[in-house]
């Protein structure tokens, strides 16, 4: 066989380490089940799927109604943001404590999918934790990231624990993701895409997508039993589409298909560069925390420390300062790389509100529905996920948008190149022609 054959071979090969031959086996299996037995699988899953979103649910509410107690806590104390970086030296303890330091977060969930690693169980609690702290001292980080690895390991943990295949545990992990998702941020469409599409670029696994959907719901119906209230964004009045807010749209794309680029770039970069000149992980979170503190203490508001979920309200509302997205995407990367914990989902949109908002008005968008296209072409942008995105300016911001949220998140999603804020996120397709290439995302 020469290197083209194998070459040829090799791009053949579908994810997860299948080759042809269990494709074949695999193919014949499928012929001789009976109906019977597809029957006994649906409702087996989706007895686990109501099972997970129900325990996943509740957990996500429950960690979802502490981090708005921190956050409501640490806004009226503002004086704790001068011990964030005592507060980097507990998240680092504890995790050497239990063993479990690891600075890959979320991408470790989402390597593990695609390799025979299990996640650890105290992984779930040491990411609570840590979050915990991060938001109460006032660390620049979301906490649907957090959920991502919540759900995850909790999801692999119960597949794990029940004896299930490699395939089917693959499955339970998305659906933990997806019930966590949803419930702590209220839109369980987008947590069951998005759970599915994140993994692997070009590929939905759609065998995931009953349970996934099921458990999303489930776990929304869990957030709402309880009494846990998501954030509702302010009505935002699209226009009707023509050619005019079309081309805005496709401009607007561009700009944060840029602007996803540079956000995944400084996150990495500071990353990195605070392993190469502060090896140290106890130093390096001391370090972290007096940059994020001196930085707030210079521009004196804490519009930038916690989630941020005022400064996406105003700037929904119309109200954004021209530099808000350059801003909020140094103090994550500087929180998220020096060891403290979170998520980049929430920092996300708060990039891509701001940011829309103001680009929106320069090009004559309405600056209300600049933000909403902002959150959907950052959204696409840095998670590679366009169903997602839209998925996700469907549920937060009404279905009139529609037209304008596919121009954008197409736009982004090709131009943003092979960038993401997930190093463990596999490109299946090239975007650009249907070429399996099966790479992870440029750093």
């Known amino acids: 066989m020469n290197q083209t054959e194998e070459q040829k071979k090799k ?106 690693e299990v996640l650890p169980l105290k992984m779930t609690p040491l990411i609570t934790v840590g979050t915990a702290i991060t938001h109460f001292f006032g ?16 999801g692999m943990w119960f597949g794990t624990a029940i004896r299930l295949g490699k395939r089917e545990i693959t499955i339970m992990t998305l659906c933990g993701m997806s019930a966590a998702f949803s419930a702590m941020f209220g839109t369980p469409f987008t947590a ?52 005019l807010n079309g081309l805005q749209s496709v401009g607007l794309g561009i700009a944060c298909a ?18 190469k000149f502060i090896p140290n992980s106890y130093l390096r979170a001391v370090t972290g925390g007096l940059l994020v503190v001196l930085i707030t203490v210079c521009i004196g508001t804490a519009d930038y420390n916690g989630a941020g979920v ?27 790389g020096a060891c403290y914990k979170g998520g980049e989902i929430i920092p996300t949109i708060f990039v891509g509100a701001t940011f829309g908002c103001v680009f929106g008005g320069l090009i004559g968008l309405d600056p209300t529905v600049g933000a909403a296209l902002g959150v959907c072409g950052v959204f696409c942008g840095v998670t590679n996920c366009p169903i997602a995105s839209i998925c996700l300016c469907l549920e937060l911001f009404g279905l009139k948008g529609l037209p304008l949220y596919l121009i954008v998140a197409a736009v982004s999603y090709r131009l943003s190149g092979y960038y993401g804020i997930y190093t463990g996120q596999k490109i299946m397709y090239s975007k650009s022609r249907p070429l399996f290439i099966n790479r992870t995302t440029w750093k």
Not at 28 to 40: H, L, N, Q, T
Not at 139 to 154: F, Y
Not at 319 to 326: P, S
């Open 310 to 336: 005022s400064v996406i309200m105003n700037a929904v509302s119309g109200n954004a300062v021209w530099y808000a997205f350059l801003l909020k995407m140094i103090m994550t990367a500087l929180t998220l």
């Open 258 to 275: 840029l602007v996803s680029i540079a956000f995944c770039m400084i996150l990495h970069r500071v990353e990195h560069a605070y392993q």
């Open 139 to 154: 660390g620049s980080a979301g906490r649907e990231g957090a959920a991502l690895q919540i759900g995850g390991s909790l």
């Open 11 to 116: 791009n053949r090969e579908p994810y997860f380490g299948v080759t042809e031959a269990d494709q074949e086996h695999e193919f014949s299996k499928e012929k001789m089940r009976a109906v019977g037995f597809d029957i006994y699988a649906f409702f087996r899953n989706l007895v686990f799927a109501v099972f997970l979103g129900l325990v996943i649910g509740a957990y996500a509410t429950g960690f979802a109604l502490l981090i708005n107690w921190i956050t409501g806590f640490r806004t009226a104390h503002s004086w704790l943001i001068l011990l964030l970086p005592a507060g980097g030296l507990a998240i680092v303890g504890f995790y050497h404590l239990l063993g479990a330091y690891s600075p890959k977060g979320t991408n470790r969930v989402l390597e593990s999918i695609s390799s025979d």
């Open 192 to 243: 069951a895409i998005f759970a599915m599409e994140v993994v692997s670029i070009g590929i939905l696994h759609y065998s995931a997508f009953v349970p996934c959907v099921v458990s999303a719901l489930t776990a929304g119906l869990v957030a709402k039993w309880i009494g846990y209230i998501p954030e509702a964004y302010p009505t935002v009045s699209f226009p009707s589409f023509g050619w």
